[in-house]
T-cell receptor
């Protein structure tokens, strides 16, 4: 079945560093979404992308919809301790599938 | 506060119990979803309701029974569950553009943590 490959699975970084993670798909989709999930909470939408090549920012977060429509990346600039959590990509047209998540830990 | 409220937040039940999870959305959306989140697995779509009509049942065992009485409320009725059903159950809603079969952004509730003993 369809699946999204998300990498890296986890990362430890120092506060102030930039972070990059990406998702790839074997299929072409119309939408890419990026979510963050804190422990014991539901995923919170960070950025939505609807057009190939689209680059969108939300504060220190920037995400891009790949030109091939089969990938997307999320960058976090100047990370801070509250960025810790699990980041998920989701993609789809009529219904969404989710990546396995990137667990981010920020060392102060 | 995402506009999607789930209750209870935590539930412990025995394998012979019957319980229900409740979800309410205040966003005016026309589609609601149940997802299952287990450790180290991607979110698994269980059910989709669009305009109160079930449009997707993702091969979910019959011990899970959804109900959508109106576009703002969604229930998941649970009976004779197994320990492997222990997971975080997430409700979500979206505004679906049915003319183009395009699904809008998903907004999730905080989840109901279910433990089956």
């Amino acid at each position: 079945g369809q699946q999204l490959n998300q990498s890296p699975q986890s990362m430890f970084i120092q506060e102030g560093e930039d972070v990059s993670m990406n998702c790839t798909s074997s299929s072409i989709f119309n939408t890419w979404l990026w979510y963050k999930q804190d422990p014991g909470e539901g995923p919170v939408l960070l950025i939505a992308l609807y057009k190939a090549g689209e680059l969108t920012s939300n504060g220190r977060l920037t995400a891009q919809f790949g030109i091939t429509r089969k990938d997307s990346f999320l960058n976090i600039s100047a990370s801070i301790p509250s960025d810790v959590g699990i980041y998920f990509c989701a993609s789809g047209t009529y219904k969404y599938i989710f990546g396995t998540g990137t667990r981010l830990k920020v060392l102060a | 506060e995402t506009g999607v409220t789930q209750t209870p937040r935590h539930l412990v039940m025995g394998m012979t119990n019957k319980k229900s999870l409740k979800c309410e959305q205040h966003l005016g959306h026309n589609a609601m979803y149940w997802y299952k989140q287990s450790a180290k697995k991607p979110l698994e779509l269980m059910f989709v309701y669009s305009l109160e009509e079930r449009v997707e049942n993702n091969s979910v065992p019959s011990r899970f029974s959804p109900e959508c009485p109106n576009s703002s409320h969604l229930f998941l009725h649970l009976h004779t569950l197994q320990p492997e059903d222990s997971a975080l159950y997430l409700c979500a809603s979206s505004q679906e553009d049915r003319g183009y079969s395009n699904t809008g952004e998903l907004f999730f509730g905080e989840g109901s943590r279910l433990t089956v003993l």
